[in-house]
């Protein structure tokens, strides 16, 4: 007898022996039986068994999961986000809020960026640098602070911007804390 058979989602027929078939398949007893209807259901049971498509192998699978379901709580409470007891709970509770986190780390590294400039250049030349290039402070407002002319400062600066490069020649793109 010829039975079909899915190979990479197409049918193939081969040559088997009905008997041994009809015994491998444990389908019973053949008595009473035609062989049309005997191959019919061999075949019927070996397309039940193996010639099922793909998705049915995957839905055997994953059918208790829903790909629709709402996420878990963040928040260490039991249940699925959209699981309230509270009406007047939002959505942001169940995320970290680390602005604050943010703002210290900002505030470390600027630090320690001041205090190192600070350490290896003169104390006017560190400040000149600080206010303008990382405070941001306009050389105008600057040399009004001081009492002195913008092109004075624009002068000074340039002095403090060689000595710096003198002391670091190179700049690095990462943050003060990786190196």
């Not at 995957?58 to 878990?72: G, I, L, Q, S, V």
């Not at 006017?124 to 941001?136: D, G």
Request: net charge negative; charged share 35%.
């Amino acid at each position: 007898m010829k039975i079909k058979i899915r190979y990479n989602n197409e049918f193939q027929k081969l040559e088997v022996d009905r008997d041994e078939m009809w015994v491998s398949l444990s389908l019973g007893s053949t008595e009473g039986l035609t062989d049309s209807e005997m191959e019919k259901r061999i075949q019927d049971k070996f397309d039940e068994m193996f010639n099922r498509p793909e998705y049915n192998n995957w839905h055997r699978h994953d059918r208790h999961t829903d790909p629709t379901a709402a996420p878990k709580r963040l928040d260490g409470k039991k249940g699925r986000v959209g699981d309230y007891e509270e009406p007047t709970e939002s959505h942001m509770d169940l995320f970290p809020d680390c602005s604050e986190e943010e703002r210290r780390n900002t505030q470390y590294e600027y630090e320690a960026v001041c205090a190192l400039i600070r350490k290896h250049l003169k104390a006017e030349q560190a400040e000149l640098l600080i206010q303008i290039h990382i405070n941001k402070v306009p050389k105008q407002e600057y040399a009004a602070k001081l009492g002195i002319s913008p092109s004075a400062v624009s002068h000074r600066l340039e002095t403090a911007e060689k000595n710096f490069k003198k002391i670091f020649p190179t700049s690095s793109s990462f943050r003060l804390s990786r190196g």
